[in-house]
């Protein structure tokens, strides 16, 4: 298939048909309000930036690296620079869509330690082949983290602003990490060794 690299937050607010991001390095998009091309099935997809998103009524199925994601009971999921995803749509879908995709450029952590440690966070690795379910509550305090994070990039930047961004992007990653292992301890991981293996090959 043909790969399609989106190589900035502004290209895919322009080829999702969305306004201007209010900052180039990070922004949050409703779900809802994105156009999907007509052929979003056919391309493999590539991104320049990280894409942390918490939405249903996808409409289809999701393929990251070389297996389906499983979006049958899952809500949220990671993606880092570089991974290849595609989006198979289903025309006959009635879902209604709704969530958020939070879209973060890697120099927006320049010179942070958020840099170097979001490495840590194993959900945005190939070898985690489900999304994140989340209660009503887990959903709620994620969706106020982020209504945090929109209300500060709304506001004049000033030299408090990056800092105050990283740390709810922190406390995000933080609650998602706890929210992950809470699901692997009450279902079975499956076993995809050799595949993550080879996709970090």
């Known amino acids: 298939r043909q790969i399609q690299r989106i190589k900035s937050i502004s290209e895919f607010h322009r080829l999702r048909g969305l306004p201007k991001p209010e900052h180039p390095l990070i922004s ?11 052929d979003i099935g056919e391309v493999n997809l590539v991104l320049d930036f990280y894409m942390i998103s918490q939405k249903s009524g996808i409409g289809g199925k999701m393929y990251y690296g070389q297996q ?11 993606i880092e620079p570089n991974q290849v995803f595609r989006i198979q749509s289903d025309p006959a879908s009635t879902e209604k869509r709704w969530g958020w995709m939070l879209l973060i450029h890697p120099d927006f952590l320049w010179n942070t330690p958020l ?14 082949s489900e999304a994140l379910f989340l209660s009503e509550k887990e959903q709620k305090t994620l969706n106020g983290i982020i209504e945090n994070i929109r209300q500060e990039y709304h506001t004049n930047i000033d030299k408090f602003s990056k800092q105050i961004m990283i740390s709810q992007i922190e406390s ?22 050799i595949l993550a293996r080879l996709e970090k090959l």
């Open 172 to 193: 995000l990653l933080n609650y998602s990490e706890r929210f992950y292992n809470r699901q692997f301890m009450t279902r079975e991981k499956a076993n995809h060794d």
């Open 68 to 78: 389906e994601f499983d979006f049958d009971e899952g809500v949220m999921a990671f």
């Open 28 to 38: 949050i998009v409703d779900y809802s309000a994105i156009k999907r091309p007509s």
């Open 115 to 128: 840099a170097k440690n979001i490495r840590r966070y194993d959900y945005f690795d190939y070898s985690v």
